[in-house]
């Protein structure tokens, strides 16, 4: 069974930095594209980041671009979000899934908190 693990969030003061995993278990993913995605309270999960199977290529959301980096780890089978200069707006629970996401395995996700 396929298993995505989100680790990492916690509270963090606004201008502070975050580094997230994210963990797959059951399967390898590394000939998939992974994201981030993210959902605030009473928003709709969007789009953060993403990265190519092989690392080679990433692209960012706009409102994370230059402040996000995404990475991976293909013999640990872990994603990874560097996190830097947070802001209240990036508040939201955290998701990780394949790039298009797959319904099926969305995880627990972490809770990321950014007080100003």
């Known amino acids: 069974q396929v298993q995505l693990v989100e680790s990492g969030g916690r509270l963090v003061q606004a201008g502070g930095s975050l580094r997230l995993s994210c963990a797959a278990s059951?399967?390898?993913?590394?000939?998939?594209?992974m994201a981030w995605f993210r959902q605030a309270p009473g928003k709709e999960r969007e789009f953060v980041a993403t990265i190519t199977w092989t690392g080679g290529s990433t692209d960012y959301a706009d409102p994370v671009k230059g402040r996000f980096t995404i990475s991976r780890d293909n013999a640990k089978n872990t994603v990874y979000l560097q996190m830097n200069n947070l802001k209240p707006e990036d508040t939201a629970v955290y998701y990780c899934?394949?790039?298009?996401?797959?319904?099926?395995?969305w995880g627990q996700g972490t809770q990321v908190t950014v007080s100003s």
């Open positions: 059951g399967r390898t993913f590394d000939s998939y594209a």
């Open positions: 899934n394949t790039m298009p996401p797959l319904r099926a395995i």
